[in-house]
């Protein structure tokens, strides 16, 4: 009922869109997911980044942060600063279809969700590379790299964020291929597992 009249009120253009379409019903209770050991993820950073440098560097924040996935994927550069290490983190993007452009990109839900987080030298090494790669590609149609440009996008100007790259989930960043090739354990490559390494003293699984 709810989201009917919301929806009603969305297309008569009374609110921007029909916020109902965000809410989710309450997971399911089921078994616990297994979390990979560090030696796991380490495997696991390494073949990802060797067949695609962009999903690797994807995995690679997922873990040595302990950001959501939706979090890395609302990442703009203008929320890094590589010389100093740090990462800020300003939002989250939710994909959502009966939206214009399919995906929102929300604020914090509160104050604690704004936070800084540092960066291994590693990490910041790897970011580097991948915004010299989207430069050189960008150059050779003389554009430039916008501060607000989303690190992974589906576009080469980085206008819009690619969605959470679930294993051969259709329409996500990370092709079905790139397990494959690796020989990657799907369990191990997911974003969420890997992400649950994420903790102060295991965070060398990454370096």
């Known amino acids: 009922m709810l989201s009917g ?3 009603l009120a969305a297309r008569y ?3 921007g869109f029909n916020p109902a379409r965000l809410a989710r019903p309450p997971a399911a209770e089921n078994d616990k997911r297994p979390v990979p050991t560090p030696a796991e993820v380490r495997e696991a950073l390494a073949a990802a980044e060797q067949e695609d440098p962009t999903f690797g560097l994807f995995l690679r924040l997922c873990a040595t942060t302990g950001l959501r996935a939706g979090e890395v994927c609302a990442l703009r550069w203008c929320d890094l600063d590589l010389e100093a290490g740090e990462l800020s983190v300003s939002g989250n993007v939710v994909h959502v279809s009966g939206l214009e452009r ?3 990109r929300k604020g914090p839900k509160s104050e604690h969700g704004m936070r800084l987080i540092a960066l291994d030298p590693q990490t910041v090494q790897a970011l580097r590379a991948h915004q010299e790669r989207r430069r050189s590609r960008l150059g ?3 554009d430039t790299l916008a ?3 989303y690190l992974f996008s589906v576009d080469e100007a980085g206008r ?3 969605r959470r790259p679930l294993v051969g989930a259709e329409g996500a960043m990370e092709p079905q291929g790139v397990v494959e090739r690796g020989g990657l354990d799907p369990a ?3 974003d969420d597992a890997v992400r649950k390494q994420a903790c102060p003293e295991q965070r060398q699984v990454a370096r």
């Open 5 to 7: 009249a919301l929806g």
């Open 13 to 15: 253009g009374w609110i």
């Open 102 to 104: 399919g995906y929102v």
């Open 140 to 142: 050779q149609w003389n």
């Open 147 to 149: 501060d607000d440009a």
């Open 160 to 162: 819009h964020p690619v």
């Open 188 to 190: 191990v490559a997911d």
